[in-house]
């Protein structure tokens, strides 16, 4: 198997997820929203794998292994991420991936349900010409990136967290000389008044 892709998540644990949806859905109604979110971006990976040799892996924070195979299933390979930043988690999650002889290597978060399996399969095609890929997210981060070979300094030196992470991501690729492939630019759900893109799930 050539391809991999690695979805980042949280077990749905009430306070410790979707926190800044707190004031709005409350500890419950958050961790309802992190479940929910997962399990589309879960389904949209597994229709991707209906016609594409694809390894499935989730690197997950909270909980543990068993609880993340009684909620989400055993189809899938669970890691739990290490300690550090966005950018120590991704980096390592791919050197990780490509140390098994991978090719092309897409990570995905839960947080952004127009990431289908349209967007998903865009990505593992224009890896197959491209350095990097990467899917803007309109708050100025990005939903998806993905690589060819592992390009650590992609992940250094970034404010994650903030409306810079992409522009950041884009200048180091231009000064690395990459060869880089976008997708659409897409709404992440980070706030309450981003609610209204949970028609996409429910759909």
């Not at 709005?24 to 479940?35: D, F, H, I, K, V």
Request: glycine share 8%.
């Amino acid at each position: 198997m050539k391809e991999t892709l690695i979805i980042f998540s949280r077990y749905p644990e009430p306070g410790k997820t979707k926190t800044r949806m707190i004031p709005a859905l409350g500890a419950e109604g958050a961790a309802n929203l992190q479940r929910r979110l997962s399990e589309h971006t879960l389904k949209q990976s597994g229709d991707l794998k209906q016609f594409r040799e694809i390894d499935i892996v989730v690197y997950f924070t909270g909980g543990n292994i068993d609880l993340m195979q009684n909620w989400l299933g055993d189809d899938v390979n669970y890691f739990p991420q290490i300690e550090g930043d966005l950018g120590i988690k991704m980096r390592s999650a791919f050197a990780d991936n490509f140390a098994k002889d991978r090719e092309r290597i897409v990570i995905i978060g839960i947080d952004c349900p127009g990431v289908d399996c349209n967007i998903l399969e865009l990505a593992f095609n224009d890896l197959q010409n491209n350095d990097l890929v990467l899917g803007a997210a309109e708050d100025g981060g990005y939903y998806l990136i993905g690589l060819s070979k592992l390009v650590p300094e992609l992940f250094i030196d970034i404010a994650w967290g903030t409306d810079r992470v992409f522009a950041q991501t884009k200048s180091i690729a231009e000064k690395l000389d990459l060869a880089v492939a976008y997708l659409p630019t897409l709404r992440d759900i980070d706030r309450p008044e981003d609610l209204e893109l949970m028609k996409l799930v429910d759909n």
